[in-house]
């Protein structure tokens, strides 16, 4: 395996990580015994995973299939890799290498490999890069595969795969004869760096590059891809922002189009930075970051506010009730922050990490793994003229016929562990609380760090850490950015902060002996959020939080009209265990006053104020929202 | 003429109503000189004259039409006319005898007449209902006769619509052979009880009945309709609301589709109960009109709030940035209140009548009389994305393709004198308060009402009546609901209102002499208005009224980002006559509270609440908002 030289910190992989209890472990477990058997079968029930026997089998003239089809099945198989690692289940494991067969039977002596193009058209395979999702279920094929070889060491789909990307850097890039083109759905780029990772092959890494590199450069390739093709370009496509493709990515300085591409794009792009050095696109990465995370982020770490295009639409556009952040960005926000996050070494990757991890990722999944969230509201009314919003469910759902969701929030949580830790030669960081154990090499040694913790809902993490023999490295503890008065103790002995942070980590460089117990206390008292004044839904309103974790009332605990209740600036805000509140939460409540609806009757205007009556209000997380009786929802309440 | 027994009221016609100064004088005197004179010119520019000229004369075949045209022509023609019958001007009498010569001539054999489906489609018409707007205009041009006639004592006209009435009398009905057919845009029911008014033909109300109690029976016309032409129905249809044609009307009991075509068709039906006594229909009337202004009307008098479908959507759905609120919507929920008020006598009437015409409508006019909204925003913002809302200007504009609205202002406003009084054999009533005299016709005795007054702007109106002998009869003056505390004097003396007031109107009955006086106090003060709760867009705000003036804030007067201001619950708000403001207005001002934008550079949430500042709004009426520079609007100001 090469090692890439430009990241400062590699991820501890999720092999040598284990999340042990507390919400995470708890969320994982049912992902493991819920989720990903669900997501198999709906697959199954959808022909998802039939439709692979019928390209090999009898039966192929009547197949069903559909281009999205392969990324959903391939999702789900890099789920069940990543649980494998942790979770060996033989009949999980017959499953995927079933699957493995057929792919292998199923594919082209060429190295092509496409259920749906396959059945439907084989000859016109890369004929429309912009619209058919070839290149971006290659991409997912791609990872699912890596993500086996790794759970497994069985390399018989990662063959299968190399072929296909051999095919794929046959047919595109720079040189004459070949198409100069990219997909109209990104996705393949960090796919091909995993491949590399995977397989030292540096062809790989290249195509990922040419693919980066070529994007949005004139002649834009899909409007020359279109008049070969006869067609116009559907009067919408603009200046082809939905895709990422009105500029070169280096001259992009907003976060534009169909938010999943786009952040699957930027982590392609921090990919490739990381392997190779380049300065100018880690640049662009950073500035998209910011714009995004400055600009166009819900608090809740979702991204992507309109359903029209399911896409990014300008700074600090961010209405509640019509929010879409599509549970797939959100989730690709985790994949992109990650990936900043061991290049700069820099918490602000990590607060955002964790901030789209504890709310606008779980949001999408139902407590107990079976239903989901596509489109994420952050406010919904009931009214006479049903549901508020875009017209999307306001309640989760089994299956979507665009079932990207589902297996990616699997995927996610399977692979979890990962994004608990990095390391280095002379350091081992913790980038996110959760109780666990890890296995970290440091220098060659290995070196145990066990977290003790019940965060997200208390605010203390004890960490024991176990080199072989004492050893000197850092320890680099992430100091969320939401916390103000963080607490240290070494072995019981209080220790200055300020003097050992330093970009949202506390580097304590030390020589650790066995045993050595650190003691990080994180204050999280109950916080109102306020948004910059040119989010103008949230004006006069706030949102609470607590630790990472963001709040919303629900109709269930505070009676209809959310928008009647009102916090004053000064009341108290208690949060407290409950141990049998949607499975054991922390909830919030506090006293608020409550617009008396007296006297309104058929009312529609009226001169005389209103009476407020004493009221109060519970909170619950928002991403436990729709977990109970369907109601209203507000994040943002009112301040009186 | 047939004289109407069904209405308690008759207007006093606009003849006999002179309004000489004040708001309306000026707004009438603008529309006289600058509006009348820009829609013919526009009309001339875009060929909506010209066509005419061509069916009757070479160049046909080039002809360019559109099916809406003659209504917009023949709007313009009605408000030149009711301009004639209180300005004479040769000249405009010139312009309009000219066309009228042209439609004579145009006019097939047969009666019927339509520049464009004479030009386009002769033989294909009375095809398409549903889409076509025959009927529409055969009902504009209908009112432009009849007008014409009033103010000039000229038949041709007259006689020409007749001939077309009669033929489409004898096309449509309930009788074997004829089509049960009934408009896609209602507007000819309205008309054809004007035609009936005018001539007496008992046919022509026949008609309009027809057509009012035929829509939405079963078989749905428009479905038949469509199956003959081998058409499908749009997808979009659904249960034929958008045309008022999903029930009997008087299963009706939500107003349904598109809002001008709902509010002529309930305008039709209540000229039709009015003529017919049918008490079904009205009490259809009274339940439309209840679920209109208590549950789907904004602060402004503005009605449809959504742009998709330029419709209603359902209860309480007001939202302020997207509002639709067309300017003809607006007018034609004048035509019905007024419509409703003779009959009724009930002040809210005339509260939601004063309340659409000094905003929602007025709002539709520059203050120069050149420049028009279509839609009516009820908050702009201009952020990095363009100006917030449905996607429809945020300047009024010159003119627009389909003009419905331009012509449609400058013949209410050239009309307006009608809606000030109604008089019947015992009673003269004041429904609006402006400079004016009136010439009321009580028992065949000749009674000159006078009103001296500055309203809106101060609160006194004197009033001065001058029968010819003592007289005994009511007078009605409107305590419109805004007011708390009206005080009455008459000749000088105080008389207690509550006595006398009954349904918003203070019935002063006496025998009255020549030159009595009656002082009528309105007091003004600055009124916070609430919204019902079920309006969650509006939650914590408050709109600000002055009389029946609702007010906006703009950014020109109060810097931008409007959402960053509160207004304090207990703070003063002052108005103040401004004689240079904006041609002469009343502004309000008063102490506010800013939020600080201080600290937030690139933020985009954050937990330290943040300051705020003292500041002052100036807030300006609402119909006079965008007459500046290009920049913000708030009409629900936050309150703190």
């Known amino acids: 395996m090469s090692r890439p030289v430009r990241r400062r910190l590699l991820p501890i992989p999720l092999q040598r ?36 026997k019928l390209l090999v089998g009898p039966g192929r003239a009547e197949g069903r299939s559909h281009q999205f089809w392969d990324s959903d099945v391939a ?42 193009f396959q059945l439907t058209a084989p000859a016109n395979r890369w004929a429309n890069l912009r619209d058919n999702h070839e290149l971006y279920c290659a991409g997912h094929l791609m990872e699912a595969a890596v993500a086996y070889y790794e759970a497994t060491g069985k390399r018989k789909f990662l063959d299968v795969m190399c072929r296909y990307a051999d095919h794929i850097d046959r047919t595109f890039g720079p040189d004459k004869g070949k198409k100069r083109g990219y997909p109209g759905h990104e996705e393949i780029e960090l796919a091909l760096v995993k491949l590399h990772r995977a397989t030292g092959e540096g062809r790989y890494l290249d195509l990922a590059r040419f693919f980066i590199d070529e994007r949005g450069r004139e002649p834009k390739y899909f409007a020359a891809e279109a008049r070969a093709r006869g067609e116009a370009m559907p009067p919408w496509a603009g200046g082809l922002h939905y895709w990422q493709a009105h500029a070169p990515v280096r001259e992009q300085t907003t976060a534009e189009g169909h938010s999943v591409r786009a952040l699957y794009l930027y982590s392609g792009m921090a990919d490739v930075a990381a392997e190779t050095g380049d300065a100018s696109l880690l640049s662009a990465c950073r500035r998209l970051w910011r714009n995004i995370v400055r600009r166009r982020m819900y608090v809740t770490g979702s991204v992507g506010s309109s359903a029209h295009g399911e896409r990014f639409t300008f700074d600090y556009d961010l209405p509640n009730e019509t929010s879409y952040a599509e549970t797939c960005a959100n989730i690709a926000l985790v994949f992109w922050a990650h990936r900043m996050l061991q290049i700069e070494e820099d918490g602000e ?11 606008g990722v779980l949001a999408g999944l139902s407590l107990d793994g079976r239903e989901f969230f596509y489109a994420n509201r952050h406010a919904l009314h009931l009214g006479p003229g049903g549901p508020s919003g875009g017209g999307f469910p306001p309640a989760r759902q089994e299956w979507f016929d665009c079932a990207c969701c589902p297996p990616n929030i699997a995927r996610l949580l399977a692979a979890l562990p990962q994004y608990v830790h990095s390391e280095s030669d002379r350091q081992v960081s913790v980038h996110l609380y959760a109780e666990s154990t890890a296995h970290a090499t440091i220098g060659g040694e290995e070196v145990v760090v066990e ?31 939401w916390c103000c008065s963080p607490r240290l103790k070494i072995n019981g002995r209080a220790v200055g902060l300020p003097q050992l942070a330093r970009k949202g980590y506390a580097r304590i460089k030390r020589t650790w002996h066995r045993g050595d117990r650190v003691e990080l206390t994180l204050p999280m008292p109950v916080e109102r959020i306020e948004a910059n004044p040119h989010v103008r839904s949230n004006a006069g309103r ?83 929202w729709a977990n109970r009786k369907l109601g209203e929802m507000l994040v943002w309440v009112r301040k009186c």
């Open 17 to 52: 990580v284990r999340i042990e209890g507390g919400l995470w472990g708890e969320r994982m477990r049912v992902n493991r015994e819920a989720t990903i058997p669900h997501v198999y079968r709906k697959c199954r029930e959808t022909g998802r995973t039939g439709v692979w």
């Open 542 to 624: 706030v949102a609470l939080q607590r630790g990472p974790v963001v709040y919303c009332l629900e109709e269930m605990d505070n009676g209809a009209d959310l928008n009647d209740l009102a916090l004053p600036r000064r009341a108290a805000l208690t949060a407290k265990r409950d141990a049998r509140l949607l499975g054991g939460t922390v909830a919030i409540s506090g006293a608020a006053r409550r617009r008396s609806q007296r006297g309104w009757r058929d009312t529609l205007y009226r001169g005389d104020p209103s009476k407020t009556t004493a009221a109060r209000i519970r909170a619950i997380p928002y991403y436990l």
């Open 75 to 116: 999702k789900w198989m890099e789920a069940a890799a990543y649980s494998l690692a942790a979770f060996p289940d033989a009949k999980l494991e017959r499953k995927l290498d079933d699957l493995v067969d057929l792919m292998a039977a199923a594919q082209m002596d060429d190295g092509y490999l496409n259920s749906h």
């Open 349 to 359: 990757y990590a607060d955002v990490m964790e901030l789209a991890l504890h709310n």
């Open 451 to 481: 977290q003790h913790t019940d965060y997200p809902w208390h605010e203390r993490v004890r960490i024991t850490v176990r080199p072989p023999r004492p050893l000197a490295f850092t320890l680099a503890l992430r100091i969320p950015g």
